[in-house]
């Protein structure tokens, strides 16, 4: 079964700084990837997905993530946060089977909880 | 279109009592997922649906934790008897197309 893990449980920056949370998945096929961000309080909202073509993919509010498939990686960065970016973030992966399917099933990391000081 | 929706958003309850989480998918969405979030354990995938046929139910916890979805308008998680340790954030979602999965605002369930 596949697996994803995120290697940060908890990250401090102050506003400015740069961003960089770390995904990795371990399944040799197909696989779709998103990152999810969760406000406090709040549900998860898609943050950035990729299915195929450029590895490079843009999300909303500025962040973006790269797929490098020999790594098995797909890490989220944003060249300067700020304080409303502070919440978890949850990379996600969904595995094809050889015929292509999966009903959409997602398996989550643990989460990265961000907190962006003033 | 109002997303997905679920109900109560808040439940408190004493353990043994039977619990009845519900959710309402956006139209016309085929597969409804539901989860459940805890801080010891993240986000668990309990059981999902594809055109309302449950297809992976190997998530729920314990035969206590039930889930239909009679329709494709309507879906619901039961626990019977609820313990204390049930007590998370339960959330559904729902996938228009893609994987690309829709949160509802969870339904966060207290068992004393």
């Known amino acids: 079964a596949q697996s994803v893990s995120q290697h940060n449980h908890h990250v401090i920056l102050s506003e400015a700084a740069s961003l960089e949370l770390g995904c990795n998945y371990s399944?040799?096929?197909?696989?779709?990837l998103f990152w999810y961000v969760q406000y406090p309080g709040q549900h998860l909202q898609l943050l950035l997905k990729?299915?195929?073509?450029?590895?490079l993919v843009k999300g909303i509010k500025g962040f973006e993530a790269e797929f490098i498939k020999s790594k098995f990686s797909f890490n989220l960065r944003k060249p300067s946060v700020q304080w409303s970016d502070t919440a978890e973030y949850f990379c996600?992966?969904?595995?094809?089977?050889?015929?292509?399917?999966?009903?959409?099933?997602?398996?989550f990391g643990q989460g990265t909880i961000l907190t962006v000081h003033p | 279109d109002a997303g997905v929706i679920q109900s109560p958003r808040h439940e408190v309850t004493e353990m043994g009592q039977e619990v009845t989480l519900r959710c309402k998918p956006i139209?016309?969405?085929?597969?409804l997922f539901w989860y459940r979030q805890t801080m010891m354990r993240g986000l668990e995938l309990l059981i999902y649906?594809?055109?309302?046929?449950?297809?992976?139910d190997s998530g729920m916890p314990e035969d206590r934790f039930s889930a239909k979805m009679p329709n494709a308008s309507f879906s619901t998680l039961k626990i019977q008897p609820s313990e204390p340790r049930d007590s998370a954030v339960y959330f559904c979602?729902?996938?228009?197309?893609?994987?690309?999965?829709?949160f509802g605002p969870g339904t966060r369930l207290t068992v004393t």
């Open positions: 649906f594809n055109n309302n046929v449950p297809i992976d």
């Open positions: 139209s016309g969405h085929n597969s």
């Open positions: 990729y299915f195929s073509g450029d590895p």
């Open positions: 399944y040799g096929g197909t696989v779709n």
């Open positions: 996600a992966v969904n595995a094809l089977d050889a015929g292509g399917t999966s009903y959409g099933k997602l398996t």
């Open positions: 979602a729902n996938m228009p197309v893609r994987a690309e999965q829709y």
